[in-house]
């Protein structure tokens, strides 16, 4: 596909905050975005040109939404890998609907890690109670029992710490089966951002350090407080993941840093990534420009970052309600993502403050940075 001219539609699959960023993005290169969502009002549709508003699994609203657009990728990955296959028999689809299939499935994704030779946590399918019990011989415990589908922010796992909670777990999950995971020992989470062109050109952001609250993440500090050589490994491995996928788009790698050194692949997530929400505001070309540029056939620019940065998620009712505070903050660049009502657990917006490149505070000069964000 040559580059899409400007004036041109793309279709965003999700009508989630990461679809209104990548519609901000895609405005700013002269393209106009076209929305699929069953949600009337959401936060992606208030900023693009275009909606349909449907089940992403009704053959008849995926046509139309089809009919509307040049090129079409997606925020969301709980669309059926069949509906994105109606979807590329119509436009062409970037990511690949492969690389959904993949990334929806936590045994396809695994294989796939591995296969390519990107380590992760040990890890076993089990389909039953006693491949459970035999895979709990193997890895031992604690572990941690998985969905292998529509699992996020921790929903759909449980950690298992003893044999006596290994039946309650197994009845308590679904769907089945279930991939149990060696418990991973992590001095910090990481995550890397990679994009990848059409040609094969890919361009990776600095590794980042997240950490999480309530299987929520919380923070992200950019770059990473870890040495040069990991930083750059991780960056490999992403780039590497990238190209074993043959992706065209844009490519989220979570990863751990395990205490011993290694650098394991916790989970990839085909699409913009709240870890690099940070990219807004501290780089020439966000995460969301690099997304559209690939999905358009845009030359990718060098994903450079001109500051550090401190990203602070807005979760919830009581985070939200500092809404007038954040923006009486100096220096504190608030980002809202129109979402009418606040709930337990519903990221509302975020929050992101620059240092000097080389200037990031430890952890206390991190939380005083935040304001009134920054208050445990
Ligand atoms: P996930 O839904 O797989 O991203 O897991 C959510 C969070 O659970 C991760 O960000 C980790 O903090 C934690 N976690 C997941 N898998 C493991 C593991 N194998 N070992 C230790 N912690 C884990």
């Known amino acids: 596909m040559s580059a899409l001219p400007p004036g041109s539609i793309i279709g965003i699959v999700g009508g989630g905050q990461l679809g209104r960023m990548s519609a901000m993005a895609a ?10 969502t069953p949600e009337p009002d959401s936060p992606a549709a208030q900023v693009s040109a275009g909606v349909t508003i449907g089940d992403f699994e009704d053959p008849a609203a995926l046509r139309e939404f089809a009919a509307h657009v040049d090129v079409i990728t997606f925020e969301f990955e709980n669309i059926s890998a069949e ?5 590329a028999s119509l436009k062409p689809v970037r990511p690949s609907p492969h690389v959904l299939r993949i990334s929806q499935d936590r045994i396809a994704e695994k294989s796939f890690l591995n296969a ?9 399918p089990v389909a039953s109670l006693a491949e459970l019990e035999a895979a709990v011989a193997v890895l031992g415990l604690p572990a941690i029992l998985k969905t292998t589908r529509l699992g996020y922010d921790g929903k759909g796992q449980a950690l298992l710490r ?7 777990a197994w009845h308590e999950l679904s769907p089945k089966p279930l991939v149990l995971e060696g418990f991973v020992d992590f001095a910090c989470e990481i995550s890397v951002i990679v994009a990848r062109s059409e040609d094969g050109a890919t361009v990776a952001f600095d590794a980042v350090e997240n950490t999480h609250r309530d299987h929520i993440l919380d923070t992200t500090l950019a770059p990473a407080r870890i040495g040069a050589p990991l930083a750059e490994a991780a960056q490999a491995l ?8 043959e992706l065209v788009g844009l490519l989220a790698v979570e990863m751990f840093v395990a205490s011993d050194g290694r650098v394991l692949v916790n989970e990839i997530a085909p699409r913009p990534h709240n870890s690099g929400h940070w990219t807004i505001d501290a780089c020439p070309a ?15 620019p060098p994903a450079i970052r001109h500051s550090d940065a401190v990203m602070k998620n807005l979760v919830g009712v009581a985070e939200t309600e500092l809404w007038p505070q954040i923006l009486a ?8 993502y129109g979402k009418r009502e606040a709930r337990p657990g519903r990221k509302m917006g975020h929050a992101t403050r620059l240092f000097p490149r080389g200037a990031l505070p430890g952890p206390f000069g991190v939380a005083a940075a935040l304001g009134p964000l920054g208050a445990p």
């Open 238 to 245: 992403a780039c590497h993941i990238a190209e074993r996928l």
């Open 162 to 168: 003893t044999p006596g909670e290994l039946a309650a």
């Open 329 to 336: 903050t100096p220096g504190l660049i608030p980002h809202l």
């Open 116 to 124: 390519s030779g990107a380590p992760t946590a040990p890890w076993r």
């Open 27 to 36: 405005a700013r290169l002269g393209y106009r975005c076209h929305i699929l």
């Open 83 to 87: 509906g994105l296959d109606l979807l």
């Open 286 to 300: 966000s995460q969301f420009e690099l997304h559209i540029r690939a999905v358009a056939g845009l030359p990718l």
